[in-house]
């Protein structure tokens, strides 16, 4: 894929509010632009031969003449430029003064392009322009960007001829490489071309690489190829199927639900046997979700993981991005309450990694919950982690589903570095927990599974928990400290 067909889809996945292009030159790359951008033109020399919007504003005048002699903000209105392309003399040092001038005028989700970044050979790579095609010493740009900005997201592409580098995390107030810019310059105006080539990592935009990267079979096409570069982007928006497996968990299955559908996932909702008021709410969200089923009470609740896995590898993970499966009394978060759920997984699905581990954190009633509130979520508001539990693994990409053993076995890649949070309510009243210890959970002990259920019995009075041992949410931050020994409960 050439650099303008790859450029046009960068402008299809960004829909830049305003755009500027420094090195215009016929107009071939212009063309391209989103049809609803402000485009900002700059060459000293632009000779138009190719259609444009007759709207564009084109600077016959060199980008240092151009950042110097205008206000850039006055042209744009007061916005910020959401895409720069960077093309214009082929002298690193050039290139540096432009995407310092850029930055300036960006936010932090801009995205600047620079062209010619991954040279061909030394005499084309060389400051002396030598040879018909020629892209001049512009790969300096990407081990400097490296060495004074490491704050700097860069992705290399080897769009033909020459690939494009990708630079986001932009930092208008950043001021360090115009501070340095007479060292850096010294430092690298008669740096060689390494002997062997370049190296750095390069992106392949080829059927291989988007076949293993985006699962399509290798078929190029410009579906892939776009939802590759909306991943490498980090602005990819993945779909979400939620899982559910009911048992006598009525009175916060509504919530539970609700949480889910407001994360943007769709449902598979399996009722095992429930004897409470579970039927009567999903009968109220019949209509949202995607698959219901009811399994009968005799089937064996250690098959349960299972037979979901198995339907869902049949049946989902090729038409969802992520699955996201807690037990029907737990709430995922991410790693902090600054954005909602759905949000984080975006952030992990534009991501290297593959599935999540959560903190489990137990809410429990307590003496002090409004008995008045129906509802558990708005009721209980105490709560400790749990940091010796087992693994809750409650989160991960679709096409590394494998056969859950309750949610604790690892998958397929990495784990995300962070571990995110789940809010679990296993006992919310002492009616509810009475009926969980001596009827529902009771009786399911297979070797060591479920064995802290018989504890619990065993220990009956421990259960009630006083306020003052655990933290309350007050809807800020949740205390990932060990303040309680939850050991003393299960076990």
Known sequence: MNYYQTLERIHKIVKPKVYLEVGIRNGESLQYAYRDSLCIGIDPNYDMRFPYNKSNLLFKETSDDFFKKNDVLEITGGKLIDLAFIDGMHLFDFVLRDFINVEKHTNKNSLIV???C???????SSRERTTKYWTGDVWKIVPILKEYRPDLEIMILDSEPSGLCLIKNLDKGNTVLQEKFDEIVKKYLDMDYPQGGINQEIIKMDNVTLEKLIGNNGTESELNIVTFLKRKLGIAKPRCLGV???YNDGDILEEAIEHLLDNNHDLVVWNHGSDDNTKEVLDKYDDKLLER???PRKFDFYNLYQAMSKNLINNYINEYDWISWPDQDEFLEGPDRKKNYYAYICDVYNSKYNWIRFNNINYWFTERDNLSEKSPVKRIKYYSIFPGCSPRIR???????????????ELEGEQYPKLFNLRHYPM??????????????????RGQLNVHYE???KNYERLQISSNKLNFDDGGELSLEADFDWNKIYF
Not at 118 to 124: A, F, H, N, S, V
Not at 428 to 444: H, P, T, V
Request: aromatic share 6%; charged share 35%; net charge positive.
């Open 395 to 409: 989160s991960w990409r679709a096409n590394v589903t494998n056969i859950r053993e309750f949610n604790h076995n």
């Open 455 to 457: 504890n619990m019995k």
């Open 114 to 116: 620079l062209h010619d």
């Open 293 to 295: 089923k009811y399994v």
């Open 244 to 246: 559910l497996l009911c």
């Open 118 to 124: 991954i040279p061909k050979d030394k005499e084309t």
């Open 428 to 445: 919310r009243s002492k009616e509810q927990m009475e009926g969980r210890i001596n009827r529902d959970r009771a009786g399911l002990k």
